[in-house]
């Protein structure tokens, strides 16, 4: 397998042909897009499976036991939990609707880590109900409500702490989650009272491991060396309760590239890196090596997808900018306007028309100013453009609206010169289908 892992924002599988058109997964993406529609989620399997293979990659030298688990909060979609699962990867879910997701793709139980920071009593149990294999536990509250709810079951649920390890990353607040002042995790104190319950031998729960997760959209491997001496600290601790830890898991995190200058570092090498701060500590502590879980989920879908949209009306400000207004926006899209992110776009048709590149902005269709894809696109586009705002495939389609009463796009999958579509576009039907009395 080549080393190559994707460090750009565009698919693996995108080139220009001869006609210096764009194409993905051999597709041409004119016809794509007069196929399906626009706007159109699109996402290059090559990708997909190349990010996955790249993770169990980076692993493999690990000697401990491994595993991946998709934080499918990134792309929470049927087809896709089926093909990460398909490429060994088990499921990370944050919530019942996600759990759901997961069941319909056929993932099972065991396969399944169920995390949040406020599980429901009704989700914890659909979760037991479906013999859920790891329960990532985020407080006291939740320990007290699980070990209650399992003693109507057969068997002792598996249960993994999430600590805070008050790591600062260095990414946007919005997405910082292992800073002291954060709502997620078990802090110090709160632990050592956890650890008390787990190891109570009338305790109805199987204490396997420790967990924590600094953030998203991370470029540095730095964070994580200080994550994993902080949970064998931790793991440390636990022994003195005489609780044997098997599980280290180090979260998600890895970024993607959004803009050509961004660097992240590849796959491959980033989890090797991580890897090898676990083996150095277990080492140091002289302790054996805990079966090592990472849980990514931008770094496996965002870079293999993209979002095909048609330029409709234009407005110039003379002096200031041109707009160009496309067929979605902060509907598909709500991170410009949530974090600022940022997004290259392309033209699928590139072509030399003379047209002024300078401040052309594309925005969105919605009732709301700061409905802008980008600002400053440096493109040469006008009406009935097709347009490719690439890396869209994390945190966009999982974060939608239907605000405006927008349906939301349909979402295909590319392969080998073929599309299939695996998640139909909205209709105005689906709009109102929830809503009573009508
Ligand atoms: N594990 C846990 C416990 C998480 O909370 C997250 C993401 C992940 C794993 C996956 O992290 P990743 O590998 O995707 O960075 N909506 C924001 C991102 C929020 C991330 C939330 N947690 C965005 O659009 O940038």
Not at 68 to 94: N, T
Not at 149 to 158: C, G, H, N, Q, R
Not at 313 to 319: A, H, L, R, S, Y
Request: glycine fraction near 10%; include cysteine.
């Amino acid at each position: 397998m080549s080393q190559a892992s994707n460090t750009t924002p565009r698919p693996l599988s995108a080139s220009k042909n001869a006609s210096g058109q764009w194409q993905v997964g051999g597709c041409d993406l004119e016809q794509l897009a007069e196929r399906f529609g626009t706007p159109l989620y699109v996402l290059d399997r090559s990708s997909l499976e190349r990010a996955c293979q790249d993770y169990l990659a980076g692993l493999s030298d690990y000697p401990g036991p491994k595993e991946v688990f998709f934080a499918s909060k990134a792309l929470p979609v049927v087809a896709i939990d089926r093909l990460l699962h398909e490429m060994d990867l088990g499921i990370e879910a944050s919530s019942g609707g996600e759990l759901f997701v997961a069941i319909t793709a056929g993932v099972p139980g065991s396969r399944i880590q169920f995390n949040g920071n406020n599980k429901s009593l009704q989700e914890l149990k659909e979760a037991l109900d479906h013999g859920v294999g790891r329960f990532l536990v985020d407080g006291m509250g939740e320990l007290t409500a699980l070990s209650e709810l399992s003693k109507s079951y057969s068997f002792k649920p598996s249960v993994t702490l999430r600590v805070n390890p008050g790591i600062d990353a260095h990414t946007h607040d919005f997405i910082r989650t292992g800073q002291v002042d954060s709502k997620f995790g078990f802090s110090d104190d709160q632990l050592e009272e956890a650890f008390g319950f787990l190891a109570n031998k009338d305790c109805p729960l199987d204490y396997r491991g420790l967990q924590g997760h600094i953030g998203s959209q991370i470029f540095e491997v730095e964070p994580f060396r200080l994550l994993a001496a902080f949970l064998f600290d931790k793991l440390q601790a636990a022994a003195g309760f005489g609780l044997e830890t098997e599980e280290l898991n180090l979260g998600g995190g890895l970024g993607i590239s959004y803009l050509c200058e961004d660097n992240p570092p590849p796959i491959q090498a980033f989890v090797r890196k991580i890897a090898s701060f676990v083996v150095e500590e277990a080492k140091n502590r002289a302790l054996p090596l805990p079966r090592l879980v990472l849980e990514p989920g931008r770094s496996i879908v965002g870079t293999a997808g993209f979002t095909l949209y048609r330029v409709g009306n234009e407005k110039k400000v003379p002096g200031i900018r041109r707009y160009l207004m496309v067929d979605g926006g902060m509907p598909d899209n709500p991170r410009p306007i949530t974090y600022g992110a940022q997004y290259l776009a392309d033209l699928v048709s590139p072509r030399e028309r003379g047209l002024d590149t300078e401040r052309v902005t594309i925005a969105g269709k919605c009732c709301e100013s700061g409905d802008i894809l980008i600002e400053d696109a440096g493109l040469e586009a006008c009406k009935d453009d097709l347009l490719i705002v690439w890396a869209t495939g994390a945190y966009c389609f999982a974060m939608s609206s239907n605000y405006n009463r927008l349906p939301r796009p349909a979402m295909v999958l590319l392969e080998n010169g073929r599309a299939e579509l695996i998640r139909r576009r909205e209709t105005y039907d689906d709009l109102v289908r929830a809503e009573v009395g009508i």
